[in-house]
């Protein structure tokens, strides 16, 4: 029997409380099938962690977590740490020393889900974004000249390498010809005159490989405007650090909001830990009140299981937080319910206890 080493980051504000439910619906899936099992261990690396010790992570960090199957992560960043400290200290620096070049996030309207959109329904909004994870604008690339001097001049250099444009690119076709759907890329080539004239001539150079991939390429900001107003015309979608940053959170908008929201951070080689997490972060508004919806940190963990090979697994985890939602019985605040976290995550191992009845 194969057992799963997840190393749990549950981070800060209410990181820890919906990663809490995440880890209940992952040991309730061992005790339903004893074939599968998990090993958690628990690592305190969070903002908090960074007040005392003046690390985000230990220097040995990262060489701990490599021996790891997958890294469970809840969010980082809270008031009192500097948010661009606490984010390329943790969060930036496994995507980027793990070679987490794929954000996949999908952007479904699942059943007994919410939509702001009038006259919306649920086969309008069913797209996978696959953000680019590991370089352009997120580079890290740089400098402050002339700190506090009227002369001031900060620079901020976006890097798109051959490399890393190709291969999230070409994940991006696989994906779609594998599934038989549209691939669009979103990108700004009309302002971003070197980066993203590269990422759309890549775009089209790839793609040659792929004639039966039928493609749109939008600008962003028309991009945004048919994600309220045509969501339908994304299918699979391909774009860049920041722009993919921006586009799943107005994706989560349309589908259920950020409390259901999740991403998976993948090193597809597997020579590295993967990571997953929800899209949205530590919500320092809720924080400590048990409000904080677990669905998306639950969603989170469908992807998991699907990359573990378990893709029963993964779908019977979305149908049960479908059933929830569909019940409405235990639904937290943000999608109109009163219930408390943990009774969220409980009402997901019960469905989930129904659906493996039947499996
Ligand atoms: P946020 O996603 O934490 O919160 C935005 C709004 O959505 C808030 O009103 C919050 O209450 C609500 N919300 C978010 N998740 C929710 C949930 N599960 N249930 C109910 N409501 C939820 O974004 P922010 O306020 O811009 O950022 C707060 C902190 O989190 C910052 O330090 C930011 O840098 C960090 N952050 C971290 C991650 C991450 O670690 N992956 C992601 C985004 C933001
Ligand atoms: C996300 C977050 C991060 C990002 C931040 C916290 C650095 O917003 O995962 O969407 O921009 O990637
Ligand atoms: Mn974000």
């Not at 997840?6 to 800060?12: F, L, T």
């Not at 994870?133 to 009227?150: H, I, M, Q, R, V």
């Not at 090193?267 to 972060?281: A, I, K, L």
Request: glycine share 10%; proline share 5%; aromatic share 10%.
């Amino acid at each position: 029997m194969k057992s799963h080493k997840i190393a749990v980051i549950a981070g800060d504000g209410i990181g820890p409380e919906v990663i809490g439910e995440g880890v209940k619906v992952l040991k309730a899936i061992s005790e339903l099938n004893p074939e599968i099992n998990f090993e958690f261990t628990d690592f305190p690396w969070s903002c908090e962690y960074y007040l005392k010790t003046g690390k985000m992570l230990p220097d040995d960090g990262m060489k701990i977590l490599e021996k790891f199957d997958a890294i469970y992560l809840g969010a980082v960043g809270y008031p009192g740490v500097p948010d661009h400290v606490s984010l390329w200290g943790l969060l930036l620096k496994i995507r980027k020393g793990f070679d987490q070049y794929i954000n996949l996030r999908p952007v479904k309207l699942l059943e007994g889900a919410e939509c702001p959109l009038k006259g919306v329904d649920r086969s309008r909004i069913d797209m996978i974004v696959v953000r680019e994870n590991s370089e352009g604008e997120y580079a890290g690339a740089g400098d402050w000249l002339f700190k506090g001097k009227p002369e001031e001049v900060v620079l901020q250099t976006g890097v798109f390498s051959r490399k890393g444009t190709e291969r999230v690119i070409r994940y991006a076709y696989e994906l779609a010809r594998k599934e038989g759907k549209t691939l669009t890329s979103i990108s700004k080539a009309n302002a971003l005159n070197y980066s993203m004239v590269f990422w759309d001539q890549v775009f089209e150079e790839v793609g040659k490989e792929y004639p039966e991939v039928k493609t749109y390429s939008y600008l962003v900001d028309a991009a945004c405007m048919f994600f309220v107003k045509q969501p339908e015309r994304f299918q699979i979608v391909v774009t860049s650090n920041l722009f993919g940053d921006i586009v799943t959170d107005l994706g989560a908008a349309i589908a259920g909001g950020l409390g259901l929201a999740a991403g998976a951070n993948l090193n597809p080689e597997r020579t590295y830990p993967s990571m997953f997490e929800p899209v949205h972060g530590s919500a320092p508004d809720i924080a400590g009140q048990g409000k904080a919806n677990p669905l998306a940190s639950i969603w989170s963990v469908s992807q998991m299981l699907d990359f573990f090979g378990y893709e029963s697994w993964g779908k019977a985890v979305l149908e049960a937080i479908e059933k929830v939602m569909t019940e409405k019985k235990s639904l937290t605040p943000d999608m109109g319910g009163t219930a408390k976290t943990n009774e969220v995550g409980d009402a997901v191992i019960k469905a989930l206890g129904e659906l493996a009845a039947g499996m």
